[in-house]
């Protein structure tokens, strides 16, 4: 009996192998159908990877966080670059022309609405996203579901989005994914809507839910900024300090610690920030951003009291060429200014800082996309104009000040204001003659060297000329420049430096003449002006005598 079955056996063996032997093809509608399957997954393979290069090229300038700025959890359509997403859009089209019925289909329509997102096409990216929803048993519904409300997000539905996803997170088998994305669009969607108390609540549930490293990084470090907003300073710190835990990127890594700094120096203890900042000046790894961490520590310092310290550390950044400190001069310029105003009380040194900050910084808010943190500095322009405002007003109420204490001077303290109004007059103008007798002497020793190289009749050494080098074995020649000396010179002895002699001492004759037109003239002035109560003194510091009056201007 066994003999028998195993008999069998090797017979319907056989049998089959002689079938595919004899073949050699499978059956006409297994053909078809791997035929079929291996086309529509070639075109979709090259739709998504046009999809993915033009994801890179959005993901590439978001990986710089600016701490200014809100986390962005999901990139948004932003500085698209639309020629890839365009290629998706056509492949997926020509895709569902070509297999309509095709239990693969939901994928391109839903890869077609991600290409209509990030161009900005938020109309045609919603009803796409609509089509995978209402497609009965797909399981791409639950994704659907969550870009759908992020194109209500970025499209400013925020009404719409918010019910969508408190629909969808009440789905029994959302998921867990799609379930943590959700939870977290919303706390993004509620930061948006400056609705702190909920986007905490949201974005700790997300967190609870997410598996994901540098999406958990992200939502606990929007988890610190929304506490600092709050100002609960405590949670804020502990939740940058927990960022580097899930090992994000390195530009995470450094804003979560940088941060954390801040918070606890600026707002719980000094003690507490200044030992984060010399570990992060420790850390070779941070040397690019050596100058911010120097920055807060300055800022530090002047909370701390230690206002010559500061002052030191920013001058140092903003002169010092070695700092590489340009990203961050504005905020230099913002912090010095502010100590200027609360420390110093040196009004118009602070509007200066004010205008150079307001000239470096970007201080606009733009989008409510770009929703910015109460910290971020966007007044420096505005501060600028105030406080030139109140210099301009202060430096008139000084100088009516000054005119009615002129007026009240007795005659001999007026005659000695106007001597020292008239020395220092004469030292600015002797200084403006001197700078411009140099100038007048670069101009003539250039032209005369021009003069030379132009004039090449007297031949250069080592040519052979008729009458020498120079011409010195010429007689004419000679004769002519004996006549030139004498007609420039006159009879002059042959005495060592006579010529700059003569020449100073002409020198010396015109200015004491201008010096003597200069005085009469200024004198009259002066006096005509006193008697009408015009006079204007613009000195900082004059004599009377042996006392000293000092002048605010």
């Known amino acids: 009996m066994k003999k028998i079955c195993m008999r069998r056996y090797w017979l319907l063996t056989l049998f089959i192998f002689a079938g595919f032997w004899a073949g050699c093809k499978p059956p006409a ?8 399957f291996t086309a529509y997954y070639n075109r979709f393979y ?17 990986d710089v966080v600016n701490r200014d700025e809100y986390m962005r959890l999901f990139i948004g359509a932003e500085g698209a670059s639309g020629g890839n997403f365009e290629k998706v859009i056509k492949k997926s089209a020509d895709l569902l022309r070509a297999y309509p019925r095709s ?3 939901d994928d391109a329509i839903l890869l077609i609405g991600k290409a209509y997102f990030y161009q900005g096409e938020y109309l045609g990216a919603e009803q796409k996203f609509n089509e995978v929803i209402q497609t009965p048993d797909s399981p791409l519904r639950d994704e659907a579901r969550f870009w759908q409300a992020r194109t209500l997000i970025s499209a400013k539905s925020y009404d719409r989005a918010l019910a969508l996803l408190s629909e969808s997170l009440l789905i029994k088998d959302l ?16 930061v948006r809507q400056k609705d702190w108390t909920k986007a905490t609540e949201a974005l700790e549930k997300g967190l609870e839910r997410s598996t994901e490293r540098e999406l958990s990084a992200k939502a606990t470090y929007l988890l610190g900024q ?67 961490i120097l920055l807060l520590q300055g800022r530090i310092m002047a909370r701390m009291g230690q206002s010559r310290e500061a002052y030191t550390l920013f001058d140092d950044l903003l002169y010092n060429p070695n700092r590489n400190a340009n990203t961050v001069k504005g905020k230099v310029h913002y912090a010095l200014a502010s100590m200027y105003r609360d420390q110093f009380r040196n009004y118009r040194r602070a509007g200066a800082h004010f205008d150079t900050a307001s000239t470096n910084l970007r201080t606009g808010i733009g989008d409510e996309s770009r929703l910015r943190l109460p910290k971020a500095i966007t007044d420096a322009a505005r501060q600028a104009a105030t406080y030139k405002s109140f210099n301009k007003s202060a430096s008139r109420v000084f100088e009516i000040d000054s005119l009615l204490w002129v007026s009240e001077l007795n005659r001999k303290s007026f005659d000695s204001l106007l001597t020292v109004v008239r020395v220092r007059k004469e030292k600015e103008q ?8 140099r100038r007048r002497a670069e101009s003539q020793f250039a032209s005369s060297q021009q003069q030379r190289t132009n004039n090449t009749s007297f031949g250069r050494p080592g040519e052979s000329q008729p009458g020498g080098f120079l011409g010195h074995l010429d007689p004419i020649r000679v004769q002519e420049g004996k006549n030139n000396f004498k007609q420039r010179w006159g009879e ?16 010396n004759e015109g200015q004491s003449a201008k010096q003597d037109s200069l005085r009469a003239a200024e004198n009259a002035r002066l006096l005509a002006q006193a008697e009408k109560g015009t006079i204007q003194i613009d000195t900082s510091s004059a004599v009377l005598g042996t006392e000293e009056v000092s002048i605010w201007m």
Do not use: C, H
């Open 492 to 507: 002059r002895p042959l005495a060592p430096n006579w010529r700059r002699k003569a020449a100073i001492g002409n020198q």
């Open 29 to 36: 509608f297994l053909a078809n159908r791997f035929q079929d």
């Open 46 to 62: 090259n739709a998504q990877e046009a999809f993915r290069e033009g994801l890179k090229n959005i993901e590439r300038p978001n």
């Open 175 to 190: 998921k867990p994914k799609w379930g943590a994305y959700m939870q977290l669009a919303l706390g993004e969607l509620f």
């Open 103 to 105: 239990k693969w289909a």
């Open 430 to 437: 002797a200084a403006l003659q001197a700078e411009a007798e």
């Open 226 to 292: 929304v506490y600092e907003t709050q100002q609960i300073w405590a949670k804020a710190a502990s939740a940058y300090r927990k960022v580097p835990q899930y090992r994000p990127s390195y530009e995470l890594i450094y804003a979560a610690q940088i941060s954390e700094a801040e918070v606890a120096g600026l707002n719980i203890r000094p003690e507490l920030g200044m030992a984060i900042i010399r570990k992060l000046v420790r850390d070779d790894k941070f040397i690019k951003e050596r100058a911010e």
